[in-house]
């Protein structure tokens, strides 16, 4: 795969991996933790692995950050829409996930 292409599979696992991070910290269902928990640690493993192909310059880092924050308010308004967060919060995670893997 290009860079691009792996650019948008990389903003796709992202953006799985910290909408499961905002519905596991909300959620008022016990039972879904485990199942959560194991889906974060799946998409954080395959972000990780997905990064490392590339060298990402700040532009791919800033394109991610961006698209990836329409793409988490998009997922969590349509899947998740009884969930409530901050638009700092996710912004926070989100820089902090792209500075670790990228």
């Known amino acids: 795969m290009g860079k691009n292409r792996d650019l948008d599979s990389l ?9 499961h991070q905002i519905v596991i910290e909300s959620t008022n269902q016990p039972e879904s933790k485990h ?8 998409y954080r493993s395959q972000t990780e692995k997905m990064a490392k192909k590339h060298h990402w310059n700040n532009n791919d880092k800033e394109y991610a ?34 500075k670790e893997v990228m």
């Open 65 to 98: 950050e961006k698209k990836a924050l329409e793409k988490i308010k998009e997922k969590l308004a349509v899947k998740y829409s009884d969930i409530g967060y901050l638009e700092e919060e996710i912004i926070r995670k989100l820089r902090n996930m792209i």
């Open 35 to 42: 199942f959560l928990n194991s889906e974060i640690i799946e």
């Open 11 to 19: 903003i796709r696992l992202v953006v799985n991996t910290l909408a």
